[in-house]
């Protein structure tokens, strides 16, 4: 019968593998490259086809080329005004432009940043230097679908708290309603009386 013999690991091998599992674990949060299309490369997703990078998906209703582009994902909740966002944001290192179809955001527990499951899409583009809310789609849980018969140009996609609260263009002039959206205290100014009616989400 043949004995087998375990060394005790070194110290330095030791030190090596604990500094190696450090570097990994601090490293989980940082931006994370997931799609290069190199110099003179081009990427076609024909019409009816999904580009899925690594929970982003793109489905064109034409067919669509990305040339020259790095995609690069990071485990971070990003700013959007006075809106929560998801622990995951997808970054572009230059704009897709002119893309028309659907567009569908993956997410898990871990990412919901306590965060409900309505949720919406956030866009930023570069050239407005701003982020656009695009309503959920679907039913689904863990996924979130907008679609687009415009032409979009993104540079980033997170996803955030519906603008539930937003104010109505028909209300007086003058009022302000603040955070938007909030989760626990509202508040409301305007010089005069007002008397108001506040409903949840399930319109009690």
């Keep these: 019968m043949k004995k087998n013999t375990f060394l005790k690991p070194k110290k330095g091998l030791t ?3 604990t500094l190696l599992l450090t570097v990994f674990v601090s490293s989980l949060n940082a931006q994370t490259t997931i799609l290069t299309v190199g110099s003179a490369g ?15 998906e793109l489905k064109p209703n034409t067919n669509y080329v990305i040339n020259e582009i790095q995609v690069s994902k990071e485990l971070t909740a990003v700013p959007l005004s006075e809106t929560e966002s998801m622990d995951k944001v997808y970054t572009l290192d230059a704009d897709i432009e002119n893309f028309t179809g659907s567009i569908t955001y993956n997410y898990d527990d871990s990412e919901m940043n306590d965060l409900t499951h309505d949720a919406a899409i956030y866009i930023y583009d570069s050239s407005s230097s701003s982020w656009s809310e695009y309503s959920d789609t679907d039913s689904a849980e863990f996924t979130v679908t907008s679609v687009f018969t415009d032409p979009l140009q993104i540079n980033q996609v997170t996803v955030g708290a519906t603008n539930s609260l937003s104010v ?15 989760s626990s205290v509202i508040n ?3 010089p005069d009386d007002l008397q108001l ?3 949840n989400f399930l319109g009690q």
């Design 188 to 190: 409301i100014d305007y």
């Design 42 to 56: 081009a990427l076609t997703i024909n019409s009816g086809g999904t580009l899925n990078v690594s929970g982003l």
């Design 168 to 182: 109505d263009d028909a209300m007086p002039i003058g009022i302000r309603i603040y955070p938007n959206p909030s």
């Design 197 to 199: 009616i506040l409903f």
């Design 15 to 17: 030190i090596f593998l």
